[in-house]
């Protein structure tokens, strides 16, 4: 066990800049994971010896919860914890190893907290029986790896992911009857640009669409700064409604109108879509800002109709600005899905996104492409501060805002 400089806070924190508190937090949530692995190791040393034998207490968690002034719960999940991060004794004295060695010595090091350590600790736990211990170790260390940049859904989400891989058997759906189809559905245009939708689903339409919004539109995962999703379940749905209908008309598949597939048509005047500032329209109606303009440029199947100082066409979806299908798959290949650390949503549900902007002459090659989920591309081409490039081995890397990382050490999905 070592023993920690206690850090100070300034005297006047209202004059620290931006990074300073940054740094701030980071360095002391570092020190106090620390102290809390090294807690751990006291629980695990007063359970090798016996709480009986050393306090006259019936077991660890009791008297943890009346030293520590929390609850039997509470106390009874850290010990818990502490176990099976730490090595211990048997009753004979043998060595009794820890369950989760390659965390424990990550949480010892003040990388990882209880966010973490849980969830990883409940995927090793329905690893099969039968996997190797070679096997095992791995998966470990992958979450461990995953986990020193990652939060807890984001594990979750990885760890099921290597379940799957070491246990693929499941068991097959079953083919039912089919009932004749009776849906009716109806989209009307208000005079203020939006669109009113309502209708009436069969059972099948109905399970179906509910599937869909309660798998497309889960909540987000909390990000780096704790923030929680805020959107409402309708919003939540509308988004997935959104990403369904965008999927179906980007799909190599979908059905063609007069030779061509759907499409969307959005006019902007050049200079506007260079700026970002002012306003475009779509098909010829309703209005949207610069911005959201140049985001939907980076879509493969909305047509730009780019406007000079006298409203003539200057490029009409030039063919230099569409991600073929050769490249699309290279992209689906190269980045697994979205490319936005942390982020699970697979390359289906993504579009492709030009780093250096279309409408300021980016190119249409991978070097200058990267997927992202319709919620991160926003993300991208806001005002979040976070940057995307090209690394040198030809992967997307992300540069976070300064105070998130006052280093801005360049980030990667590793999911």
């Known amino acids: 066990m070592s023993s920690q400089r206690i850090l100070e806070p300034p005297q006047e924190l209202w004059r620290a800049g931006a990074r300073e508190l940054a740094h701030g937090v980071v360095e002391r949530m570092s020190l106090a994971r620390q102290a809390l692995a090294e807690v751990g190791q006291f629980l695990v040393e007063i359970e090798s010896r016996g709480p009986m034998e050393l306090f006259g207490h019936g077991s660890t968690a009791g008297w943890f919860a009346e030293t520590a002034r929390i609850s039997p719960k509470e106390a009874g999940v850290t010990v818990t914890r502490a176990v099976a991060l730490?090595?211990?004794r048997n009753l004979d004295g043998t060595p009794a190893p820890a369950f989760a060695p390659i965390a424990g010595a990550a949480a010892a090091e003040g990388d990882l907290g209880h966010q973490q350590l849980d969830p990883i600790l409940a995927v090793l736990r329905k690893i099969p029986a039968e996997a190797s211990e070679e096997d095992r170790s791995r998966a470990e260390q992958i979450l461990v790896n995953l986990a020193r940049s990652a939060g807890p859904q984001?594990?979750?989400?990885?760890?099921?992911?290597?379940?799957?891989?070491?246990?693929?058997?499941?068991n097959e759906p079953k083919d039912e009857d089919l009932k004749p189809p009776s849906r009716e559905v109806y989209l009307r245009?208000?005079?203020?640009g939006w669109w009113r939708l309502n209708g009436l689903l069969d059972p099948e339409f109905g399970a179906r669409a509910n599937a869909l919004f309660e798998t497309w539109g889960q909540r987000r995962p909390v990000d780096e700064d704790g923030n929680r999703d805020p959107r409402t379940p309708g919003e939540r749905h509308g988004d997935a409604l959104f990403d369904a209908i965008h999927y179906a008309m980007t799909n190599d598949k979908a059905p063609t109108l007069s030779g061509d597939r759907t499409t969307v048509v959005v006019t902007i005047p050049l200079?506007?879509?260079?700026?970002?500032?002012?306003m475009a329209c779509v098909d010829e109606v309703t209005q949207i800002t610069a911005r959201h303009a140049r985001l939907l440029a980076c879509d493969a199947k909305i047509i730009p109709a780019v406007l000079g100082s006298e409203s003539e066409p200057l490029d009409i979806g030039r063919?230099?600005?569409t991600v073929t299908p050769a490249q699309r798959r290279a992209l689906n290949l190269r980045d697994h899905g979205c490319a936005f650390p942390g982020c699970h949503r697979r390359p289906k549900h993504c579009e492709a996104h030009h780093i250096l902007p279309w409408g300021e002459l980016g190119d249409t090659d991978l070097n200058n492409l990267c997927l992202l989920c319709r919620y991160h591309h926003m993300v991208i081409h806001g005002q979040s501060g976070w940057k995307v490039h090209i690394a040198t081995d030809g992967r997307p890397e992300f540069?976070?805002?300064?105070y998130l990382d006052p280093l801005q050490t360049p980030r990667r999905n590793n999911h």
């Open 319 to 321: 063919a230099a600005r």
């Open 86 to 88: 730490n090595e211990g």
């Open 399 to 402: 540069i976070p805002p300064q």
């Open 271 to 278: 200079d506007t879509l260079t700026s970002g500032l002012g």
């Open 154 to 170: 984001t594990i979750l989400n990885a760890g099921a992911e290597l379940l799957a891989h070491m246990d693929p058997d499941g």
């Open 189 to 192: 245009k208000r005079d203020d």
